[in-house]
């Protein structure tokens, strides 16, 4: 993948990225690629918000309840099919395509932000 273009540390710092825990996690079979479902804890400032990944390849629902995971909350909410996505939950692509959820090696409070 190409490097994208180059933006300022005043654009980076428009974009917040938090802490959050997976408290509920289900299929979304609805979606056109294998989804999941999720609800994430971010603490009291954001509270629990909905996202859908394409995460199916490393990913259970079960394996996912209780996990930490990095998301971009000042997103305005996405319409994916039936459901209204409210964060982007991050990962990278591994060498074969699927995506693995970034998260913290360490213990991370909820609604914590990227520095």
Sequence with gaps: MQRKNEITFDDFLKVDIRIGTIVEAEPYPEARKPSIKMK??????IGIK????????????????GRKVMAVVNF??????KFMSEVLTLGFEDEDGAVVLASPDQGVPNGQPLM
């Design 40 to 45: 994430i804890d971010f603490g009291d400032a």
């Design 50 to 65: 909905k996202s859908s990944a394409q995460i199916t390849v490393h990913y259970t629902p079960e394996l996912l309840l």
């Design 76 to 81: 305005p909410p996405r319409q994916i099919g």
